[in-house]
Nanobody, 115 residues
Framework: QVQLVESGGGLVQAGGSLRLSCAAS????????MNWYRQAPGKQRELAAS???????NYADSVKGRFTISRDNARKMVYLQMNSLKPEDTAVYYC?????????WGQGTQVTVSS
């Protein structure tokens, strides 16, 4: 049973920074691709950033250069450092674990960026 628990969301002014954390349980973490998705009001959920088990990263064009995803396999943690935040970054951010095509989701954490 995989559990993912996000933390670190909140309210921040435009131009500010936040760091999201995701704590994972279970034995599959180190062999899984970890993703951060986000869903803004009235919009579809989108992939913001991902990191493979080997540490390769990928970012949506809208966050490239501003967000950094990282992972700590020993602690079973994945992070999303978000800098230069914009109002359009306002969304619920979800941690996602993908292992052999199987997905597990956290409950999400709200990020609100005020202008």
């Amino acid at each position: 049973q995989v559990q993912l628990v996000e933390s670190g969301g909140g309210l921040v002014q435009a131009g500010g920074s936040l760091r999201l954390s995701c704590a994972a349980s279970g034995s599959l973490f180190s062999s899984s691709t970890m993703n951060w998705y986000r869903q803004a009001p009235g919009k579809q959920r989108e992939l913001a950033a991902s990191i493979t088990s080997a540490g390769s990263t990928n970012y949506a064009d809208s966050v490239k250069g501003r967000f950094t995803i990282s992972r700590d396999n020993a602690r079973k943690m994945v992070y999303l450092q978000m800098n230069s935040l914009k109002p359009e970054d306002t969304a619920v951010y979800y941690c996602n674990m993908m292992w052999r095509g199987l997905h597990s989701w956290g409950q999400g954490t709200q990020v609100t960026v005020s202008s």
